[in-house]
């Protein structure tokens, strides 16, 4: 019996399918479809073929649940305005989550106000509706990789953003930091301050500023570099540049911060982890990606 139909609309091909068991997005679609291989599959969720429910998903291990629709779009859509440098990793009504690369802004500055995630993401959204929306959760410095997590609509923003400590369960970062990191594991405590310059700066006063908390793990060592796991307890601007320099190990590239080297041409800075609550569902989401191979390459 043939698992699947395809409707014929013009020259758009579109496949629809009925999910009976819960299961990840990318066994489904190999048990829907066994004369399609995993590499054909791949294909059609990097390029935001497949919808569920009428959402574009593009994420392998994302969860289908007894009822939804998946439908897959044969046709590549032309039509539709690139988002120039963003990887998307998961889209739904509420949320997208991006990878950001390293030199995006994440919102607007003084000097720039359209290269920006945001400003990018929302000429996305009113493509389909001039009517939608961004907004931002969180934010990444511009030299700083990786995943970042946006909001469609107001009242989510401000559910993620008052709830932060017990939405995220995981949020970890990847740096290449200077010199050689003896001590395997640390925790890094200051009360961070800022000067009218902008340069953020540590104090080891109770009170004296924001507290902000560091933890890392060292992951490698080699060819004067260290590649560390840095989680947060807390999320303070420059937090990590600021504590990586306060213990001697500047991260590469970052001149404002102490750093001499900047072997790779951008700050060895990534967002690797984001794991947290959907703020509608209370689904718990993951997300990670990978370690920018200049970093991996430094230890080689």
Known sequence: MKKYRQDHKGSNRQTLLNVAQPEELMKFLIEQM??????????????????VDGQVVTKYNHPVKVGQKVSINWALVRDEKPVRGLQILYEDADIIIIDKPAGLLSIA?????????????????????????????????????????????????????????????????????????????????????????????????????????????????????????IRLETGRKNQIRVHMKDIGHSIIGDKKYGAMTNPIGRLGLHAHILAFYHPVSGELMRFETEVPKKFSQLFK
């Not at 995993?38 to 497949?50: C, G, M, T």
């Not at 953020?200 to 060819?223: F, M, N, R």
């Open 109 to 229: 500055s003084d000097k720039e106000k359209e290269r920006t995630a945001y400003h990018q993401l929302t000429e996305y959204v009113r493509t389909k509706d001039p009517e939608n929306r961004i907004f931002i959760v969180h934010r990444l410095d511009r030299e700083t990789s990786g995943v970042m997590l946006f909001a469609k609509n107001e009242d989510i923003k401000h559910s993620l953003q008052d709830n932060w400590k017990e939405a995220v369960v995981d949020r970890a970062y990847i740096a290449v930091v200077e010199g050689q990191v003896e001590k395997k594991e640390g925790k890094i405590r200051s009360w961070l301050q800022e000067t009218k310059t902008r340069l953020v700066y540590s104090s080891s006063s109770p009170g004296e500023g924001q507290e902000a908390v560091t933890c890392y793990k060292v992951l490698e060592t080699g060819a004067g570099y260290s590649l560390l796991e």
């Open 34 to 51: 066994p004369d399609k291989s995993r590499n054909n599959i791949k294909s059609l969720l990097s390029h935001r073929q497949v919808l």
